[in-house]
């Protein structure tokens, strides 16, 4: 799996091009018959691509440059046996860049003058994925979730034990840290020994969590995933005196993890971060729908674009899998409208989308029949 976090985000979205942008999304597997299938659907792709840029008077010679790295993954038999549940793929004449992501994605090919990234800000904003931060002395796992799949995630330079945040000293060695499991719990108390350690122990044990603490702020920058913390309840008390991540799950998963397999961690998870997801999503929708009708929302693209370009939008529910095309004049805040791309037009979907989300908005990224109002999205302003 790839990392995709907000800094990568933004600067696809940022990033300026003088030639075609392609953003290519597909489902993939990681194992089984299915998986030998992804090859073939990327070439597909790759053929409606070509066919796309041809129809947009690109020479033979043009496309033929343009569709030489995405190509080559044809050939990496290595690339395709290490696949999650989507593939993001993005591509000019002269870049290349791909997230192997647990999300599946529904399959689609997308040609303009930036990179299209809607189907991505589900990661980010609504329930398309949380986090799972597995704690103990002896080592710390971070995993990113989806409701279907889990997936492990490098916390980089952040310790991963205690004795790795503080090399053993004569603390250490006097020190010891066990954990009983009372008959019939299933969970851990943790215990310490030593001559007035304990106090010192925990608050390096808080240092340490305070070192996890900044990386992970790092990562999860700007977002709003759920965090549900693992380990014994000890842990998990201290962990919470570190944390400066706004969107830490309350209620923990109790008990040391180091015994329960990715698959163990994201059943009971899930079951923690579900409700939160769900209770998040209704209250929007509900919002929208009671402040309808009052010039606090907006159903149309060319409402919402100029909104969204302003920083006016607090909640967006935009349609996946629905493009409207067109442009947006920034110059006289006017959005025009075609029924089929022209020369320099964008998905208007995705610029409502993005904006909001660069504006620290909240995006649901969903099927268009949950769209709240039966528009192709649905937008609640700030002010």
């Known amino acids: 799996m790839d990392t995709m976090t907000m800094e990568i985000l933004k600067k696809i979205i940022l990033s300026s091009h003088t030639d075609w942008c392609v953003s290519l999304f597909m489902p993939t597997h990681r194992a089984g018959r299915e998986m ?10 790759l053929r409606e691509v070509e066919d796309r840029l041809t129809a947009k008077g690109l020479r033979s010679p043009e496309v033929r440059k343009m569709l030489e790295a995405p190509r080559r993954l044809l050939q990496d038999t290595a690339f395709w046996q290490r696949q999650s549940d989507g593939l993001a793929v993005f591509f000019t004449t002269k870049q ?6 647990p999300y599946p994605f529904e399959e689609l090919a997308v040609i303009s003058n930036r990179f299209h990234v809607k189907p991505l800000l589900s990661l980010f904003t609504s329930d398309g994925c949380f986090y799972i931060l597995a704690l103990s002395q002896n080592g710390v796992r971070l995993l990113e979730g989806t ?15 205690l004795s790795e945040a503080f090399l053993a000293g004569p603390l250490e060695k006097q020190l010891q840290f066990q954990t009983g499991t009372p008959s019939g719990t299933g969970m851990r ?31 999860l920058e700007g977002g709003r995933s759920p965090l549900v913390a693992a380990g014994v309840e000890h842990l998990l008390s201290l962990y919470k005196e570190a944390n400066t991540y706004p969107y830490l799950v309350e209620k923990g998963i109790l008990g040391n993890p180091e015994e329960l397999k990715p698959e163990e961690l994201h059943g009971q998870a899930w079951t923690l971060v579900q409700p939160v997801f769900i209770q998040a999503r209704q209250k929007a929708a509900a919002d929208y729908l009671q402040l309808a009708g009052t010039g606090q929302t907006a159903a149309r693209v060319e409402e919402a674009v100029p909104a969204a370009t302003q920083g006016r939008i607090d909640v967006l529910f935009v349609a996946l899998g629905v493009q409207v095309w067109g442009r947006f004049d920034s110059k006289a805040y006017k959005v025009h409208l075609h029924d089929v791309p022209e020369p320099g037009d964008e998905d208007l979907l995705d610029l409502a989308a993005v904006h909001t989300w660069l504006n620290r908005g909240v995006v649901f990224a969903v099927a268009p029949e949950d769209v709240p109002g039966g528009s192709h999205l649905a937008a609640i302003y700030r002010y």
């Open 36 to 45: 030998e299938q992804d090859p073939i659907r990327f070439k597909n792709l």
């Open 147 to 161: 409701r279907d799949s889990v997936d492990e995630v490098d916390l980089n330079t952040a310790p991963k034990s």
């Open 96 to 101: 290349i860049e791909f997230f192997r992501l």
């Open 189 to 219: 108390r943790a215990m310490f020994f030593g001559h007035d350690a304990t106090n010192e122990e925990k608050k390096r044990i808080v240092r340490w969590f305070g070192m996890i603490d900044k990386e992970l702020s790092k990562l």
